[in-house]
C-alpha cells in the first residue's frame, strides 16, 4: 500500500467518495483501487485472513467519530448545535450500534429526516447506508455493541501506551521491541488466570458506572417491550456526546 495525498479520479472502496487534495488515501499496488486513510481496512482483513475465527468487534467511539466527520464535511455542524430536531436526529443515528444487530437496519430504515431540517441529512443517511449497512469488509453485526460491557478500544490504546513506557520509548527497533513483547506474553497467563479467579477486575470511573448502569437498564427495557426503538435510540443518543470536528479542508482553486 502507498500514500498519496493528489487528487484522484477514483472514489474511495469503502466510502465511495473521491479523494481530495489533503486528504491521505492508500492505493493497493495490485488492483489499483484506492481507499481513504480513516477507511483504512487493512487491519479487518488481515486479522480474518489469519484468525478466521476470531470475533472482530468494532470500537462504537471510533464509528461516532466516523459519522461525525461526515456531519462536519456536509456542513450540518451549525445545524446539528442549533437546530434541535437536526441535534436529536443525529444523535438517534448515533445510537445505532447500542441496538441488536438485527435491528439495526430496521431502525435505521425508520428514521425520517424531520421535514423542515436539511436536505443535507438525506446525504448522511446515504453514507450511513453505503459505509455501514451495505459494506462488504465488515457486518452490521461486527460493529454492534448491544449489551457490550467494553465498547470500545481504550483498553487496547491504554495498554499500548503502559508498554510504550514499559519499553522506553516509542518507534523502537525490531531488536528491542521483540524481546520487551516476550517480556510481557509471559504475564498473560497469570493475568487470565487472576481474572478467571475475580482477582483482577477492569477499573471504571464513577460517571461510566453510572452510564453503564443506565444503558444496562434501557436495554432491558427494549428486550422486554416496555419502551420502543426510537425511545431507546434518543435516549441512548442523550447519554453520549460526540464533538463535531471541523470540517476537511476543500480542494485547492488556486492555480500555481
Request: hydrophobic share 40%; glycine share 4%; proline share 5%.
Amino acid at each position: 500500500m502507498r500514500f498519496f495525498n493528489i487528487t484522484m479520479a477514483f472514489p474511495c472502496v469503502v466510502c465511495l467518495q473521491h479523494v481530495r487534495p489533503r486528504q491521505h488515501a492508500l492505493q493497493c499496488e495490485g488492483c489499483s483501487k484506492w481507499q481513504h486513510r480513516l477507511c483504512n481496512t487493512g487491519a479487518w482483513s488481515a486479522v480474518k485472513s489469519v484468525f478466521p475465527n476470531a470475533d472482530i468487534k468494532g470500537c462504537a467511539f471510533h464509528w461516532g467519530q466516523a459519522v461525525m466527520r461526515k456531519v462536519a464535511n456536509l456542513g450540518l455542524k451549525t445545524a446539528y448545535s442549533a437546530d434541535k430536531a437536526v441535534n436529536v436526529f443525529i444523535k438517534k443515528v448515533l445510537a445505532l450500534p447500542y441496538l441488536p444487530a438485527g435491528h439495526i437496519i430496521p431502525a435505521y430504515r425508520q428514521l425520517t429526516v424531520p421535514p423542515t431540517a436539511s436536505p443535507l441529512l438525506h446525504q448522511l443517511m446515504a453514507y450511513i447506508n453505503r459505509a455501514w449497512l451495505q459494506c462488504s469488509v465488515w457486518s452490521v453485526a461486527q460493529w454492534s455493541v448491544y449489551q457490550l460491557s467494553i465498547r470500545t478500544n481504550n483498553d487496547v490504546e491504554g495498554w499500548h501506551r503502559r508498554f510504550n513506557g514499559k519499553a522506553n520509548g516509542k518507534k523502537l527497533h525490531f531488536y528491542k521491541i521483540v524481546p520487551a513483547l516476550i517480556k510481557e506474553a509471559k504475564t498473560v497467563s497469570r493475568q487470565v488466570r487472576l481474572v478467571d479467579e475475580q482477582s483482577l477486575a477492569r477499573w471504571q470511573r464513577t460517571k461510566y458506572q453510572r452510564s453503564q448502569g443506565r444503558l444496562s437498564t434501557l436495554w432491558e427495557q427494549l428486550t422486554d417491550g416496555t419502551i420502543t426503538t426510537s425511545f431507546f435510540l434518543r435516549a441512548v443518543g442523550h447519554m453520549y456526546d460526540i464533538p463535531v470536528p471541523d470540517p476537511e479542508p476543500e480542494e485547492d482553486t488556486d492555480s500555481d
